[in-house]
């Protein structure tokens, strides 16, 4: 009895212990799940691609659009990488905001997708921004298809005066680029002081065309900008005389200014040359010397006027290099209808000429081109008397272009 008793005592005891522990134990926890990291929807494309950027819309009621951007730092071993392993395609380019060279990999619809492909570039090859968007007014299928051959309106083609014209002109480096890809008359030219190209080559420019209004100019702006960064339209330049009536105002023969524009034309070196004239000629001047001629650089032009108390200014247009007016000379601004703002050097004595003199030596006008021009008061060959400073503001003043 007294063993059934303690077997009975310890089954009990081992019950009671069991139900204790059951309530004493703590009650275990699931584990946590790990949060799903988002993933990038450029994971699934397969690269390297011919071009990594969005299309734009075919849907005309999807417009405007904004094409943003995607751009990583610059050097030549990250571009030849971007273009091997993801985006053939991708170039450099200059940020005139940031003033250096990045490479523009692509551009998106959306800030959204362009921020998924930022992320990429960041993770795979350690830099990656978003750039400004340019904004897309209309589907393709409304829009000029490129390349062209002629971008803007022909100047030769004015049909009544007064006319504006509007440069649109790039500071990027590659004009073959520009030609095969964009406008295939493009041009290197000299922009006006006013505008500094940020490649530090002088003022070095890329003309893309010539607008009769500042809505087309912007049109090509608009069209483009998403291909080319630092797209600018210059000041308007005024053309207020046809050829023939020009001609006249600088005291020119029919046949000389026929001649100026022949050879602006057709000369061995095959430059399109732009030519300036006067078109206020104080009165009694009349032309004593006039030549065109193939110089060093390319095509020259020189006007002498002079009147019967000897006293004589030049026109000098030139393609090649030559030196300007001596510093020290007192300025005297003008604006010119087709240099825009220039200063007019004066000198009561010019040691080169030995004589009183007033001097303007500057690089292409409004319409932005690579000649030279320059307006003299005398001339080595002949000692004159300087024009009055204050014909010599007008003379400069009424410029035009003979050929725009």
Known sequence: MKIQTVITGLILGFLLG?????????ISQ??????????????????????CGDNLPEDPQAYPVDFYPVYIDYSESNLQAVKSKFCRDALKKYREAKGKDYIQVASFVGEERANQFKKLMQQELGSGEIGEA???EAPLSNREVFPKEYCGDNPQDIKSYPTYIYPVFTWAE???????????????GQAPSEYRNPYGRNREAVVLGYFFSQKAALLLKDEIGNRLDNIQIGNPYKITSNPSELGRLAK????QT???????????????????????????????????????GGPVYHIEYQNSNNSCFSIHGSSGGWGGAPEDYERVEVLSSALGKVVLGKTDFDRYYNMAQINLVIEAGLLINPQRYSFSTSWKAN??????????????????????
Not at 18 to 26: F, H, M, N
Not at 386 to 400: G, H, M, T, Y
């Open 18 to 26: 069991c139900g204790e522990s059951k309530q004493d134990a703590p």
């Open 30 to 51: 699931p584990t946590p799940t790990p949060p799903v990291q988002p993933t990038n929807i450029f994971d699934s494309v397969s690269f390297p691609q011919d071009a």
């Open 383 to 404: 000692s004159c008397t300087p024009v009055q400073v204050q014909e010599a503001v007008k003379i400069v003043e009424s410029f035009q272009y003979l050929n725009p």
């Open 174 to 188: 590659d004009i073959d680029n520009i030609k095969l890809q964009l406008c295939q008359n493009a041009q290197i």
């Open 252 to 255: 020119l023969t029919d046949s």
């Open 134 to 136: 340019t904004v897309i």
């Open 258 to 296: 026929q001649d100026l524009l022949s050879f602006a034309k057709n000369n061995r070196y095959q430059k399109t040359f732009k030519i300036i004239l006067p078109a206020y000629i104080p009165d009694g001047y009349k032309v004593a010397k006039f030549n065109v001629y193939e110089g060093l």
